[in-house]
């Protein structure tokens, strides 16, 4: 408004261009309110450039569909849904000022979206200001519960643990001797954190423990390969748990097949694997490393194979894949649904008080249930790669994993608890029975 | 190779079965073990694998076989296993005979984990000592020689006895050793015999081998022993500085690929081509292209995919430079920042197309046949597609090289590189040869892209991990010069591998840039800084 | 125009207009943010201060680029590193003053520090919970890492691309080691979750808006000092520098000592930036370090007009508000082909960028008969001439 006063005034400066620019998002911005009054909008916060744009567009995609489904089955509480998309590039700055401009310009009920913690830090205070809700789809560090979040991606008990207990069970191979390899960023260097403290827990000695860190896009992974396979020469049974990130994995995956490390010798079970980063490298050489997610696309369940059938239509792709954070992203979006259905409210106290509690079905067979903590219940997998670039689940949880907010295993978080709906609390320390962190 | 003996034992088994199935008599530990495959737990399927390995029935070897290739199935409902050949019929895996009815509705194949297929390993290794065909028995001899099964010594013994070739002879000896020294019950004498085995075998597992023997050894075998490893860390210490070398030599290779072509297009024009990355990104995707088509179309060409790829990747690359050269960076000649920015630009659209093209993830190329896998040369294990780019890279550097000293073109270049001015008097289109000279340079990066999609990420940040680097390799070698390009990447490859066991690899990198800093400090215009009135801007 | 009071030197027509638009929105934006209520048409919202508050930090940051490129002559790839530096510097102090308020109510250590197991404060956190020291840091750390690399890189006469390069590989390393998170700065989440400044809460309306009239002063102030700098004598040299170094030398000016100087003043400028950004975009991350970044600074300044301060900073609103505009709605998958558009269409089309496009053209007007004489004239201050860009 104030910009385009400011132009009446003096059109003959070189400022048109920014004023002219001005009025045109003005008039953009008038088009869409037009037409708010009968849809639900829902912000969908993923970049679609930059690095990391080979993992988050799919999850657009992904919540794409979810509305268009919905809109189908005629839309939530009589209202269609609108999306609102908007690129944050890959630009952790940019994240929060475009999660400000969806809440605050857009007025949109919901966002779907960050892939990095770093993205979903960038976006907190935002979120906590305007008082909006975010649904976060993907596996992180945990050490964090945040009223206005919903965190759908599993947490480190509901991944690496258990797939660590796997590794370290008979049937995974009694694995004795661990390499942690990741990329040097939080995930990885908690991950590790815990994993450690848990490996130790368990009896594991110092000396077996061997981690490694190297830089976002490493390519040159000839040294590191080697030395694994010097480590794992000892003697006793070797198992790496990778928490490299994306673009970093394939060549480590090529270096692995070219040197002859077969998952008979040395298993590698990867977090940050899925069949999307699968779809990105001849598999062959790969036959049996393994991965830990929460849902596999191969996992047969009748939810599951209606669900790819219905997104390779939408995306009129026919090998299109489906992974991990998608399903998660499915469950946040049925979860929503629920709770605005439930008090018939897009009011974002409302909603958010009613989804502790709600259950949605996850497309493995089994029914998921937000819980207090504002983490979800799920049940955990261990998939082996095949050679089409699909898993071969070979081992899952007897039944579903509540994700844990703050892990047992680290000396600052042990004593913190999480509670939303009885104690109001993210980080509720049980010893000095104090809520810790409020600033206001 | 391994698929390749594969078919041919299982080929030799197939034959086999025919043979013997007449004579099977009913109801053995074989047909016992049998109905474990049908319960779909790894548990039993391991139990049956290791009943069906000792069972001593001739069918036993095709159907470890077949459920190692995930050609063995069961039903459930009925109880029964079957044995898919290659051309997808059915063999009954009770009887050995070709399966006729209708096969059952609940048809699944035998699932197979990590753990089984140690099994199945070990069991192979056990059956396939004796195998016909030497490669084979050679893994065989290695997978004894790491489980050190003290059952599987008079099978090793016998299979010493009748072994010919020397390599696999060796290994068995060595295996034998392995297993000697891992008992519990083996005299001094042969521990000490077989102490000298393994210090000639000298490697990583020789090592471990050795330290694990038990404290409380007899005192001559314990300084055996000691002797023994001290030689085995002393080789072994010597190998890693080789294997330093190489992995350095090979990384240098990787960064003189990925910036010759922009020691070329910096050097003769002065052009800060941002887009470089771009031009290699370009040569990946073609590469991706070119092996798209071979899969659907022509599969059996697949390992001549980068034949085709490698030409197709330099037309496109040059093509793309030329068009940039022809309507943008001729505008900009005497204003290197100003191009600097214009071609950010021009990569930032090049990277954004491509992603809309061919969308945001990750493409499948796949390495050749002869560019997968491995071989051990002494002490090290030198990787094929490793090696290969290696070759590659000097081929692309003589070649190079070669064309700007023997061909008309070459000289023209060389020309306008000294003085611009003095070539455009003397009758030299110099307009023309930037053109030509931005297309090389561009061209040679495509195939570098070519290369790289061998060892990389296909995506379209491909090109974004190699600038800097590339940038980095130019400017410390000096602008304008390809053999400061050479020894500048060789050494920054070669530093970085041996800062990087013991920096780790970010401080490795971070060690080499604030060198490159500092060095350029030294020379400000790199280590081979070309001489002349022309480099005075 | 040489016989002009040095006042009157300062402030031509340009900058005078500059300085009351800035002051205009210094008041006019937390006026209307403030007291209009927010149903009113004349309402500005939150997120438009908080947008304009960032761009005013990047101006400041296209500001401190343009005084070395824009009269120097030195290309700095790497300036992102001191604006991230400054801007760490902030964070730092922002981090300790969230004191027992973190997650895990640690009252000394942040929080990245306990859960990794940190048992104490680096050393390099001491002081940073008093707010003088952490602003001396802000101007000190960048000044002094400015001052060190400058005095190695002019002293050996590393000059155009290379300086270009090495000011990459400065920034490409300091990225690569603020990701290790045993460096002690959270590695790649960076310092975030801040809560107060000064005793003031960061995400108040009030707060925001003091940080957004903070911020445009402080723009003001730099840029009157860049003027001083560019219209004194001091500023004939540095001109004098760009368009042929080897002949200034020879001229008897010590080189070095000049570029130096003005190379130091724009990494604090460049810090001063990053420190305002930090607290209003809430995270200070690696991220900042990256190369790219440096160059989208450089590239703002090139819209705008290389060798026009005002310049600088409209070229710095312009792309970022295009970089906003096209990020959201329907636009969003193209933008970078309108991004990367907009560089190649700016040096090709437009090399002196806007303001330098509009002060040619208004010459022409002025005096149509004598054009090209004009021109030359025109060239000697405010824009380079082509051939002499190195």
Not at chain 1, 187 to 203: D, F, M, Q, V
Not at chain 3, 31 to 44: D, F, K, T
Request: aromatic fraction near 10%.
């Amino acid at each position: 408004m104030f910009t385009s006063i400011q132009t009446a005034a003096q059109r003959s400066t070189s400022r048109k261009w920014l004023s002219a620019a001005a009025g045109v998002a003005l008039v953009a911005g008038a088009v869409q309110s037009a037409s708010a009054q009968e849809t639900i909008k829902v912000g969908v916060l993923h970049s679609l450039s930059g690095t990391m744009a080979i993992s988050e567009t799919t999850l657009k995609d992904t919540v794409l569909f979810m509305i268009d489904e919905q809109n189908k089955k005629g839309g939530v509480n009589g209202k269609k849904l609108e999306a609102v998309v908007v690129d944050p590039a890959s630009n952790w700055p940019l994240f929060a000022e475009k999660a400000r401009e969806l809440i605050s310009k857009d007025k949109v009920a919901v966002v779907f979206g960050c892939w990095t913690s770093v993205s979903r830090k960038s976006v907190l205070p935002v979120f906590k200001e305007l008082n909006s809700i975010l649904f976060y789809p993907v596996q992180y560090e945990g050490e964090e519960s945040e009223r206005n979040v919903f965190y759908t991606g599993a947490a480190p008990n509901q991944q690496a643990i258990p797939a660590v207990d796997y590794l370290m069970s008979k049937e995974g191979g009694a694995v004795k001797r661990w390499v942690l390899a990741g990329t040097d960023y939080v995930y990885p260097r908690t991950t590790n954190k815990i994993l450690e403290a848990y490996l130790k827990s368990k009896g594991v000695k110092q000396e077996d423990i061997m981690i490694n860190y190297t830089p976002f896009g490493h390519s040159d992974w000839q040294t590191i390969v080697s030395d694994i396979k010097k480590f794992g020469s000892a003697g006793k049974k070797t198992g790496v748990v990778s928490t490299i990130n994306g673009d970093a994995n394939v060549p480590f995956y090529k270096e692995l097949g070219n040197q002859g490390i077969k998952a008979t010798d040395i298993p590698v079970v990867a977090f940050s694997v899925g069949e999307e980063e699968l779809a990105g490298l001849d598999t062959k050489p790969l036959l049996g490393h393994l991965a830990a997610w929460n849902y596999f696309q191969s996992v047969k369940s009748a939810g599951n194979s209606e669900f790819i059938k219905k997104w390779q239509e939408f995306t009129k792709n026919p090998k299109r894949v489906t992974n991990d954070p998608m399903e998660a992203t499915v469950i946040g979006f049925n979860m929503w649904v629920k709770a605005v259905e439930k008090v018939k409210s897009t009011d974002a106290d409302k909603v958010i008080d009613a989804l502790p509690g709600i259950e949605a079905a996850n497309l493995t067979g089994g029914t998921s249930k937000m819980l207090p903590n504002h983490h979800i219940t799920k049940p955990v997998f261990v998939g082996e790669i095949k050679a089409d670039g699909q898993f071969d689940v070979v081992w899952k949880t007897k039944g579903l994993v509540p994700g844990d907010a703050w892990t047992d295993f680290l000396p600052g978080s042990k004593d913190l608890d999480s509670d939303w709906v009885k104690l109001k609390c993210g980080n509720y320390n049980t010893v000095t029975k104090k809520c810790g962190g409020q600033a206001s | 190779m391994v698929k390749f003996h594969d078919r041919i034992v299982a080929l030799v088994f197939a034959i086999g079965l025919l043979v013997v199935a007449a004579g099977l008599a009913h109801a053995g530990p074989y047909e016992d073990a049998l109905e474990k495959f049908t319960t779909d737990e790894f548990a039993d399927t391991a139990e049956a694998v290791t009943e069906v390995a000792t069972s001593g029935s001739p069918l036993a070897a095709p159907l470890i076989a077949a459920l190692q290739d995930g050609r063995l199935q069961f039903s459930a409902k009925d109880k029964k296993v079957f044995i898919k050949t290659a051309d997808d019929k059915l063999i009954d895996a009770e009887t050995g005979k070709p399966f006729d009815g209708t096969p059952p509705d609940d048809l699944d194949t035998v699932r197979v984990n990590n753990r089984l297929r140690g099994v199945i390993e070990a069991a192979n290794g056990a059956l396939t000592l004796m195998a016909p065909d030497a490669g084979k028995r050679y893994e065989s001899a290695q997978s004894v020689f790491k489980s050190r099964d003290a059952a599987v010594l008079p099978a090793v013994e016998k299979a010493l006895e009748a072994e010919k070739v020397a390599r696999v002879k060796k290994i068995l000896n060595e295996a034998r050793a392995a297993i000697l020294l891992a008992a519990d019950d083996t005299s001094a004498p042969d521990r000490i015999a077989a102490i000298e085995v393994i210090r000639a075998r000298g490697d990583q597992d020789s090592l471990a081998l050795l330290q694990s023997l038990p404290a409380d050894l007899p005192a001559d075998v314990r300084a055996t022993a000691n002797g023994a490893i001290k030689t085995v860390e002393r080789n072994l210490a010597l190998w890693n500085t080789v294997q330093n070398l190489w992995y350095g030599l090979s990384l240098g290779s990787v960064l003189l690929l990925a910036a010759i072509g922009l020691a070329i297009t910096f050097g003769v024009m002065g052009v800060i081509n941002m887009a470089h990355g771009e031009m290699v990104m370009l040569g990946a995707y073609t590469t991706y292209v070119v092996q798209d088509v071979i899969r659907t179309s022509y599969p059996g060409l697949f390992d001549y995919s980068l034949a085709f790829a490698l030409p197709l990747a330099f037309l496109v690359a040059a093509i793309v430079g030329i068009i940039i050269e022809r309507t943008v960076i001729r505008f900009l000649y005497g204003r290197p920042l100003e191009t600097l920015l214009a071609t950010w630009g021009i990569s930032l659209v090049l990277m954004q197309a491509v992603r809309a093209v061919f969308g945001p993830t990750n493409k499948e190329v796949g390495n050749p046949s002869w560019m997968s896998g491995a071989f051990d040369l002494g002490g090290i294990l030198i990787t094929y597609n490793r090696m290969w780019i290696i070759v590659f890279t000097g081929i692309v550097f003589v070649a190079l090289l070669a064309m700007l000293r023997f061909t008309r073109l070459g000289l023209e270049m060389r020309a306008v590189t000294q003085n611009r001015q003095m070539a455009a008097a003397v009758g030299i289109r110099t307009a023309r040869i930037d053109a030509l000279t931005f297309g090389l340079g561009s061209g040679i990066a495509g195939i570098a892209g070519v290369a790289l999609s061998q060892i990389d990420n296909v995506s379209p940040n491909l090109g974004q991990g190699y600038i800097i680097d590339s940038f980095m390799v130019v400017v410390f070698g000096g602008v304008g010069n390809l053999w400061g390009t050479l020894v500048g990447a060789l050494t920054l490859g070669i530093a970085n591998k041996f800062l990087e066991p013991f920096a780790g690899a970010v401080l490795a990198k971070i060690a080499i840039l604030v060198f490159i800093i500092l060095f350029i400090q030294k020379r400000p215009r790199g280590m081979f800084a070309l001489k002349g009135r022309a480099i005075e801007a | 125009m040489m016989s002009a009071h040095p006042l009157i030197r300062l402030l031509d027509r340009g900058s005078t207009l500059f300085l009351v638009l800035l002051g205009a929105f210094a008041i006019a934006i937390p006026v209307l943010n403030l007291l209009m209520p927010a149903g009113s048409a004349l309402h500005v919202s939150t997120y438009f201060v908080a947008l304009f508050g960032k761009y005013v930090c990047y101006g400041l940051l296209a500001l401190s680029i343009d005084l070395i490129w824009g009269y120097v002559g030195i290309l700095s790839l790497g300036h992102g590193a001191f604006f991230a530096l400054g801007g760490y510097a902030m964070g730092m102090y922002l981090m300790r003053q969230i004191g027992d308020r973190g997650v895990y109510a640690n009252p000394i250590l942040p929080d990245f520090m306990v859960f990794l197991n940190w048992s104490e404060l680096p050393i390099f956190w001491y002081g940073f919970n008093n707010f003088a020291y952490a602003m001396l840091m802000v101007l000190l750390v960048p000044g002094l890492l400015a001052f060190v690399f400058g005095w190695f890189a002019f002293r050996s006469r590393v000059t155009g691309v290379y300086l270009s390069i090495i000011t990459q590989a400065m920034t490409y390393a300091l990225l690569l080691g603020f990701f290790r998170n045993n460096f002690g700065f959270g590695g790649n989440n960076g310092l975030t979750d801040f809560k107060d400044i000064l005793g003031f809460n960061v995400q108040a309306d009030g707060t925001r808006n003091a940080l957004l009239v903070i911020s445009c002063l402080m723009l003001a102030l730099c840029f009157l000092v860049c003027r001083a700098i560019v219209t004194s004598k001091f500023g004939k040299v540095l001109i004098g520098i760009r368009d042929a170094e080897s002949r200034t030398r020879f001229l008897g000016y010590r080189v070095e000592a000049y570029k130096l100087f003005v190379f130091t003043v724009s990494a604090c400028m460049a810090g001063i930036a990053g420190a305002l950004y930090v607290p209003q975009v809430g995270i200070i991350n690696p991220g900042e370090f990256a190369p790219a970044n440096s160059i989208e600074a450089v590239i703002w300044v090139a819209v705008g007009g290389r060798g026009t301060l005002t310049g600088a900073v409209l070229g710095a609103f312009v792309v970022n508000y295009a970089k906003t505009f096209f990020t959201s709605g329907f636009l969003a998958p193209y933008w970078l082909f309108m991004l990367g558009g907009l560089f190649i269409g700016t040096t090709l089309f437009m090399p002196r960028g806007i303001i330098g496009t509009y002060n040619n053209w208004r010459a022409n007007q002025a005096d149509k008969k004598d054009a090209a004489r004009d021109n030359a004239k025109n060239d000697a201050f405010p824009s380079a001439p082509p051939h002499a860009a190195e």
